[in-house]
């Protein structure tokens, strides 16, 4: 996610989601310039607190959004550009307490129709991060 400075964080497709989500806390409202942005922190390492990247961004749409388990619930939505193998995308993604789930993201249907073809038999198409980016990333703080 290069506009949110964060070089990997492990994903999911879900061709069943429309929107991409992103797992997000401490989540702030708040203007800028007489424009509605959102402060919010992620954890891009799966099973790990560590690392919090904070990140502020133009919101793009608040809307309710239906989870896998049928609930649904009010979501900020913001632009992200995300690198999706060697192609990078802009998507809308929402920001959402994914803390229970696999995942700290998933990319739904409307990032994929940007040109990618889901092979369902296939995993890590995009690879697995190196133990040295991680302990590069765990020195910044």
Do not use: C
Not at 40 to 49: A, D, E, L, M, T
Not at 51 to 69: G, K, L
Not at 112 to 140: H, M, T, W
């Amino acid at each position: 996610m290069p506009s949110a400075k964060v070089p990997w964080i492990k994903a999911k497709v879900d061709t069943g989601a429309r929107t991409s989500s992103l797992h997000a806390f401490d989540v702030d409202r708040f203007e800028r310039d007489g424009e509605r942005w959102v402060r919010f922190s992620i954890h891009p390492w799966q099973g790990s607190h560590e690392d919090a990247v904070v990140v502020e961004r133009p919101i793009a749409d608040e809307r309710v959004v239906r989870s896998s388990n049928g609930l649904s619930e009010d979501r900020i939505v913001v632009m992200l550009d995300l690198v999706l193998g060697r192609r990078e995308v802009t998507a809308e993604v929402t920001l959402s307490n994914r803390d229970e789930m696999g995942f700290r993201m998933l990319i739904g249907r409307e990032a994929l129709e940007q040109g990618f073809l889901v092979d369902p038999s296939q995993s890590y198409l995009g690879g697995r991060p190196k133990l040295a980016l991680r302990r590069r990333n765990r020195g910044r703080a």
